[in-house]
């Protein structure tokens, strides 16, 4: 037995060497990654339950690496981690507003489009300050966009607040993301005015595990209705969870109604929706 278990140590720390040596390449690639133009932008369409109208789109980044494609989870923590998530972020909002021009020329012009936002972002106290200069270098309308954020911005809340008011006195409306999923997420919106409140994929998923979830799901929703906040079902996957949700009223995100895609898909899309 102590043999075997020497030797899972060795497999192990084997294991977390490869996982260590994955982690510092792809910190590598990730500095080239601007450069050497790899990413792109993704958007998947935000509907409205009741009658299945796309809205708006969220904004997710892709990266083709030399990996291949690295998927967001894997790759945003190592950004934020070593403070590549600052330019990328502001490349992801620039990318943004290029794409929205593109969106309004397609005849895409009344939908919002939101934009994931790092807190990492936050700690920069001159953030409000270089969103508002790109979208004036981009002639965009920022009224157009939200900013999506999570409850990890709490971490330092004084400066967090500050940045999120002057966001919104440049027009931008603000998203809590992933709400419902963390600890604190009612002290997020004890302490910030939200527009919107985008809930946790989880908390959907639990409805059908146990139909009692409804009442704590009904009970968000109407946290968020108080607050005078759009609401947006994030991972809606089955017909069967877009039944429930519909007399709620709200809107929705997921697999159901589409996967984000790229621009020249969106487009098609949206094309289509108009007829629905
Ligand atoms: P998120 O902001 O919560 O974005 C929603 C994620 O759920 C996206 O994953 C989306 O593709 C996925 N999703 C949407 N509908 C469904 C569904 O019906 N079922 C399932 N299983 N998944 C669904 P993605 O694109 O892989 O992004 C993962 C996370 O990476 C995002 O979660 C966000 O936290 C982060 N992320 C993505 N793009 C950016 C970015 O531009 N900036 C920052 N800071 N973070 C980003
Ligand atoms: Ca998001
Ligand atoms: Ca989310
Ligand atoms: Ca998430």
Redesign the pocket.
Known sequence: AKQNGKNNVQFFTHELDSQMMRKSQMEQALKKALDEQQFSLHY?PQVNLANSKVIGY????RWQSPFGNV???EF?PIAEETGL?VPI?EW?LRQACRDSKEFCALGHAAEKIS????ARQFKDPDFSEKVRAIFEQEQVDPGRFEI?ITESVMLDIEQSARIICELKELGLRIAI??FGAGYSSLNVVKNIEIDTLKID?SLIDEVLINRRNLFILAAIIEVGKNLDARIVI????LEEQAELLQPFGILG????FS??LPPEKLDAFLNESEYV
């Open positions: 998947q969220e904004a997710l980044l998927p967001p989870s945003i998530i972020g992801t934009v994931n936002v790092s999506e993301d992933d994929k994030e991972g809606i996957e995100q997921g697999y159901l996967r984000p």
